[in-house]
T-cell receptor, first 112, second 109 residues
């Protein structure tokens, strides 16, 4: 069974803290994605990666960075968390042709 | 104008009824289309892909209308367990999936 695992499900962080969100997939997928989802706004793409050490900005990259040192792992970093980054963060992966995207269970981040 | 638009709903539908909703897309180069289901506070999961010829999976039917640039999802004999938010995704020529904001469906007993 395919699996995208987000290690941190619920986090509460203080403004200004550095936050790491980890994502691992076991499907040998080339593509990996980080989205945030907010009520009424749907899924918004933060960053994506087509290969190891490769990254591309999505629609809302400001305030975020990513790291992909290994094919199976894609990390999202908030260098200095702010309250407007309180959201649900979803990691996803897909094969190179993009057919069927699989999501992790989500990480609920609250910044206070 | 958003690239992919959905009626946010909610659609309040009695159990056993048929319900349909659409998703319009603006990029005529979109190549692949998907319907995902998302339960409250859960991740989206693939419901079905949408093929040019349309496809059916049990009580669910998905259709693509390229001329009018929309996809549709029809649910027959709706069940309480169908209550969820339904997201449509449209893939462009760069294999980028563009998402609608979702349509909320509530099935009432």
């Amino acid at each position: 069974d395919v699996k995208v695992t987000q290690s941190s499900r619920y986090l509460v962080k203080r403004t200004g803290e550095k936050v790491f969100l980890e994502c691992v997939q076991d499907m040998d997928h080339e593509n990996m994605f980080w989205y945030r989802q907010d009520p009424g706004l749907g899924l918004r793409l933060i960053y994506f990666s087509y290969d190891v050490k490769m990254k591309e900005k999505g629609d809302i990259p400001e305030g975020y960075s990513v790291s992909r040192e290994k094919k199976e792992r894609f990390s999202l970093i908030l260098e200095s968390a702010s309250t407007n980054q309180t959201s649900m963060y979803l990691c996803a992966s897909s094969s190179l042709d993009g057919n069927t995207i699989y999501f992790g269970e989500g990480s609920w981040l609250t910044v206070v | 104008r958003k690239e992919v638009e959905q009626d946010p709903g909610p659609f309040n539908v009695p159990e056993g009824a048929t319900v349909a909703f659409n998703c319009t897309y603006s990029n005529s180069a979109s190549q692949s289309f998907f319907w995902y289901r998302q339960d409250c506070r859960k991740e989206p999961k693939l419901l079905m892909s949408v093929y040019s010829s349309g496809n059916e999976d049990g009580r669910f039917t998905a259709q693509l209308n390229r001329a009018s640039q929309y996809i549709s999802l029809l649910i027959r004999d709706s069940k309480l367990s169908d209550s969820a938010t339904y997201l449509c995704g449209c893939m462009d020529s760069n294999y980028q999936l563009i998402w609608g904001a979702g349509t909320k469906l509530i099935i009432k007993p």
